[in-house]
């Protein structure tokens, strides 16, 4: 155990907090002043990017043009001890807004639900922060159900963490009876987190659901304030870009194809205007919390997630996970996945506690899609014990096997807002 790292990471943490209250004004010179250092280093330093100062134009003056990372293949991301530091202070400054304030005084007692993949981040930041976070449970997201509630009745967390899909099979056991706990704080990252999932989580614990939005190329990218208006971009540490297909800005209110993300604090492996194919929305009104840092107020998912059909009028349609969603989440299931074959789609429910056909959803399934202008595939509907999970433990909404690089990117990615290379 490093206590070097803890008390650098409780340094980095009061500099945070002096950041909540910063003007607009002072963030944005932070961001210049950082985006500066950052680009002089990696100009400097960097054989990959003094290869692309050539005629490319980043921020309108600078030239920059870097491949996408996220399409499927991993990659591996590197962090000196200082940019570590920031990491681990990201995610604490992701809990603190949630009311989990970090002291040495009061440890607070954990329960996290996900991947135990030894190279995974949210792994290798626990792994750091171990003895010092802790007391912490750690539980496999693939272990089985009755297990899970069980441990966590015995272990009675003050905050609970897990993907958005285990966080709704939670919410229903506590609804249910069968799980009794009473969290502090409960937050979820790292997979869509839809309309309805959210509704059951807080009428299972109460208006105490903090959504946080992470990478493995920056650690905590977003998190949420006790307002829940949406996610405040962590802009301090990264600049973030909501654009199109062509990196157009998209303005806040609708939205963008993808993100650009710049992260200002890392020159071990210098990331600008790097490609995160997470569809957000900035959103119009500020937070009343009066923080600098922009609100997104949605993700809708991932261009992976976004599944294509032969149209009815010969031209090829996507279609959103929303439209799924809408209908999905509207069934009384603790889980359900929709997976693209080659011969159609194939619908996984679980957890199907109330009276429904499944021949209704398939064709209110078929309808939805040939109102998107789709030709209508063939729709399977099957009941099963429990969605099948990735390596990383987690359960996507939406999937698709039609491609062996979508297959690659559903086994080390699926579905989340966690890129774990
Ligand atoms: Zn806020």
């Not at 496999?140 to 963490?161: F, G, H, T, Y």
């Not at 509907?381 to 390596?391: D, F, H, L, M």
């Amino acid at each position: 155990m490093d206590i070097q790292i803890i008390l650098s990471v409780l340094a980095e943490m009061r500099q945070f907090r002096l950041r909540d209250h910063w003007t607009r004004q002072q963030l944005e010179t932070h961001q210049a002043d950082a985006l500066r250092s950052l680009r002089d280093y990696a100009y400097a330093h960097s054989p990959f990017y003094q290869h692309l100062t050539g005629d490319e134009r980043y921020l309108g003056r600078y030239w920059v043009n870097a491949t996408s990372g996220s399409s499927g293949h991993p990659g591996i991301f590197l962090f000196n001890r200082a940019e570590w530091i920031t990491v681990l202070a990201s995610f604490a400054r992701a809990r603190e807004w949630g009311g989990i304030k970090l002291d040495l005084t009061h440890r607070v007692k954990t329960a996290t639900i996900a991947s135990t993949t030894p190279f995974h981040m949210s792994t290798r930041v626990n792994a750091t922060a171990h003895s010092w976070w802790m007391p912490e449970m750690r539980l496999a997201a693939s272990e089985p159900k009755d297990s899970i509630v069980e441990r966590l009745n015995a272990w009675q967390p003050e905050v609970l963490i897990a993907y958005a899909s285990m966080m709704r099979i939670l919410a229903d056991e506590q609804l249910a009876g069968r799980l009794q706990i009473r969290p502090r704080a409960v937050l979820t990252s790292s997979e869509l987190l839809t309309e309805e999932t959210r509704r059951r989580i807080v009428q299972a614990w109460g208006e105490r659901l903090f959504n946080q939005y992470a990478a493995t190329e920056s650690g905590s990218l977003a998190a949420e304030c006790d307002h829940h208006q949406g996610m405040h971009l962590m802009e301090d540490l990264v600049i973030f870009e909501v654009v199109d297909q062509d990196n157009r800005p998209v303005p806040p209110g609708a939205y963008g194809d993808k993100l650009l993300i710049t992260v200002l604090f890392n020159h071990s492996q210098p990331l600008i205007r790097y490609e995160l194919s997470d569809s957000a929305r900035l959103a119009i009104d500020p937070c009343p919390s009066g923080h600098p840092f922009a609100l997104i107020d949605a993700i809708q998912g991932r261009v992976e997630d976004v599944l294509s059909f032969p149209g009815t009028a010969g031209k090829v349609v996507n279609v959103h996970p929303l439209v799924f969603s809408r209908i999905m989440d509207t069934l009384p299931v603790s889980g359900w996945q929709v997976i693209q074959e080659v011969d159609g789609l194939r619908v996984l429910l679980s957890g199907v506690r109330g009276e429904f056909e499944d021949e209704m959803l398939a064709e209110t399934l078929r309808q939805a899609l040939l109102q998107q202008g789709a030709i209508v595939p063939r729709v399977e509907v099957q009941r099963v014990e429990s969605i099948p999970k990735t390596a990383a433990g987690k359960a996507p909404l939406i999937k698709s096997n039609l491609s062996q690089s979508s297959q690659m990117s559903g086994a080390t990615d699926s579905g989340g807002n966690v890129k774990e290379a």
